[in-house]
């Protein structure tokens, strides 16, 4: 997995009337190769916005960001976002749509490969052919997990993936998710509302203030995993 560095980054949006709104005051957060982070805080206080900066997905105001050692400028399928709506092509089957997430377009064949295997570990064998209208939510997300991991991600930025799925989805998507990431090595950071899940899922827990987000408590979680 990838080492983040998040160093002193404060960010600013523009916003009508030519004011300026803070979502981010200095945050330091430093995550080790094949860590899992969790990131708790009330509604609205820049979590997503701080998961954005670390994609790359746009410049923070001020500070730095860097993926093992180096600065993140843009987006890059060594990070990949996982977000709350598995924003799928609805007329695309599930193999299509995880071929979609592959970064090298043209050796599609080649690759072909790749897209069952990614499949295979969310548990979408038997539905590469299936179109998306035929899915559950949980395995819709399912789907955009394996489209993420496609590429083999050294950081997975997970953004609520679980937050809109009935609770026993969620509880059984939490240990495919566990299971993914000690299989895989990959590092993640995790937006979620859910304790629970946030302690069952990661090796420490970053809670931000509100708006604009500070750390305010870090805690190491020492739980035995399953
Ligand atoms: P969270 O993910 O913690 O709910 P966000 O990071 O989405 O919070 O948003 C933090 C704050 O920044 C909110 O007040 C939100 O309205 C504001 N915000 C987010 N994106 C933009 C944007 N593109 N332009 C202006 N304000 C934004
Ligand atoms: P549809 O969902 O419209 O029926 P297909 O599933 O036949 O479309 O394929 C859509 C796109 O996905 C095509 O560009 C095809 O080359 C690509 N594709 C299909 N199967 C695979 C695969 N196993 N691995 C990678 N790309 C694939």
Request: net charge neutral; proline share 7%.
């Amino acid at each position: 997995g990838a080492r983040i560095d998040i160093e002193n980054v404060s960010h600013w949006f523009d916003v009508p009337g030519g004011n300026k709104l803070q979502a981010l005051d200095g945050i330091d957060l430093h995550m080790a190769p094949g860590e899992f982070v969790a990131l708790l805080g009330p509604s609205g206080c820049g979590k997503s916005t701080l998961l954005r900066l670390v994609a790359g997905l746009e410049p923070a105001t001020t500070g730095r960001l860097a993926q093992d050692g180096r600065p993140i400028a843009r987006p890059d399928p060594s990070r990949i976002v996982v977000f709350q709506d598995p924003t799928l092509y609805p007329w695309r089957r599930v193999r299509a749509n995880v071929a979609l997430g592959l970064q090298a377009r043209g050796v599609l064949r080649a690759q072909a490969g790749r897209v069952d295997d990614a499949l295979a570990r969310v548990g979408l064998a038997d539905f590469a052919d299936a179109f998306p209208h035929q899915l559950s939510g949980g395995m819709a997300q399912r789907v955009a997990l394996a489209r993420a991991l496609v590429n083999d991600p050294r950081l997975l930025i997970l953004d609520e993936p679980l937050g809109k799925l009935d609770s026993l989805t969620r509880l059984q998507m939490q240990s495919e998710l566990l299971g993914l990431w000690q299989r895989s090595g990959f590092s993640a950071l995790l937006v979620t509302h859910d304790v629970e899940e946030a302690l069952f899922l990661a090796q420490r827990v970053v809670v931000l203030s509100d708006r604009p987000a500070r750390i305010v408590a870090e805690l190491p979680v020492d739980l035995p995993y399953p």
